[in-house]
C-alpha cells in the first residue's frame, strides 16, 4: 500500500488565508506565506493553494502570492483558482507550482483537459470536484458545482469524474459541499464512491473534524490523500499528531523529517 498523504489547504482571498462553512461565513485564518513554511517545516506531505474567489472575479490566480509561498516550501505544491488557459497553467508552473487544479474552465470545455495533460503531463493535472448532495429520494448522488460553489452545473459527480480521468486528469479533489467547514466528517459515501468509480487517486477535501475522521476517510473513504484546513490553521491538531495517530492504527504514512 502506498503511504497516505496529509495536505494542508490554504482558501487564499485578496491575498490573505481564510476558511468558511459550507462555502460562506468566510474568516481570516493568515498569511499564506507564513502559513506554507509552518505546514512546510511541520511534516506536512504537500501543500495546496486556492485562490477561491479568482473565477467568480474573472481573474487569474495571484501569481505573486503563489512565487512567495513556493519559495517557502519543499514539498509538492498545487495550485488552483482562476486557471482559464494552458498560459495559465505554464505561469504557475513557472512560478514553483508542482501541479495545477482546475475546476471551472474543466467543466466549461472538457478539451481543456486533454490539452493540459498533453501539453505538461498528467502527473500534474489536478481536477477540482466541488460536489453537492441532491434532495431527489428518486434521483440519489451528488451535483457539480463551479464558481466557487455558486452554480450548479446539474452534471453528475461521479460521471464527471470518471470523464475527467479518461481526458487526462492525473489525480481529483474531491470536495463534498455539504461536509465543507463543519468538522463533522468527510462525506465518505461521496469519496468511496467516486474512488471506486476511477483508478486514478482521490484528494478527500470537506469536514474533518479529528484523527478518526481523517483516518475513515483514507480506509472506509479510499482517498489517497486527506485535505484539511481548519483543523490546522486554527491550532486544534498538528500535522505531527495527525500521523502519529494514524501510524498507530498501522496505516502507512511518511514519517515526520
Partial sequence: MLAKRILPCLDVKAGRVVKGVNFVDIKDAGDPVEMAKIYNDAGADELAFLDITATHEERNTIIDVVYRTAEQVFIP????????T????KALL???ADKVSINSAAVRNPDFINRASDRFGNQCIVIAIDARRRND????GWDVYVRGGRENTGIDALQWAQEAEKRGAGELLVTSMDADGTQAGYDLELTRAIAQAVQIPIIASGGAGNCQHIYDVLTTGKAETALLASLLHYGQLSVA???NYLRDRQLPIRPIS
Fill in 86 to 89: 494552458l498560459e495559465n497553467v
Fill in 94 to 96: 513557472r512560478a514553483g
Fill in 241 to 243: 499528531e495527525i500521523k
Fill in 77 to 84: 505544491l498545487t495550485v488552483g483558482g482562476g486557471i482559464q
Fill in 137 to 140: 429520494p428518486n434521483n440519489p
